[in-house]
């Protein structure tokens, strides 16, 4: 399903998800319009494929802003998608958590420590990217598919050999 903006009615604990070129960033909705999001120090709001380059970093800012301002021109979505997996956090809990965290610079990591494992452990306490997961199980399936390749190039030229 394509990412748009949404005019329903977002919920303070709702997960927003912002469609980035190349990736999705991850942010917790507050209330009046806010989120709290894990960025590092020089992500822009509507950066793009600069502030991919920016997550090289290890260290990330938990930061409070309009999401109208993270968002910029890009699309946006609510995506609660692990709420039949595990069960949210009351929303005031969800909400306090990350106005407490806000202004504290935190370890990141593109595998480990990521703006989505960072809002799904405010949701469900549990700290997990499914982004993570995918590319590495992309990853795999690239490496499985190139290993397979070259055995049977292998076998093929050593066929060939023994032909002649």
């Not at 090289?56 to 039949?84: M, P, Q």
């Not at 965290?101 to 990521?114: A, C, H, M, R």
Request: charged share 25%; net charge positive; with cysteine.
């Amino acid at each position: 399903m394509a990412l748009a903006r949404r005019r329903r009615t977002l919920r303070p604990g709702d997960l927003i998800e912002i469609s980035r070129f190349g990736y999705e960033h991850w942010a917790i909705y507050v209330g009046h319009g806010y989120v709290v999001h894990l960025a590092p120090p020089s992500e822009i709001a509507g950066a793009g494929a600069a502030s991919v380059l920016s997550a090289l970093t290890n260290k990330a800012i938990v930061k409070k802003e309009l999401l109208s301002d993270v968002a910029g021109r890009d699309n946006y979505r609510v995506n609660n998608k692990h709420d039949d997996k595990y069960r949210p956090l009351p929303c005031n809990k969800i909400v306090k958590r990350a106005e407490e965290l806000v202004g504290q610079e935190l370890p990141y990591s593109l595998t480990s420590d990521n703006c989505e494992h960072f809002v799904n452990h405010l949701r469900y306490g549990v700290s997990r990217s499914d982004q993570v997961t995918d590319a590495v199980t992309t990853a795999s399936v690239a490496a499985g598919v190139l290993a397979a390749a070259g055995l049977v190039g292998l076998l093929l030229a050593r066929s060939k050999r023994e032909r002649q």
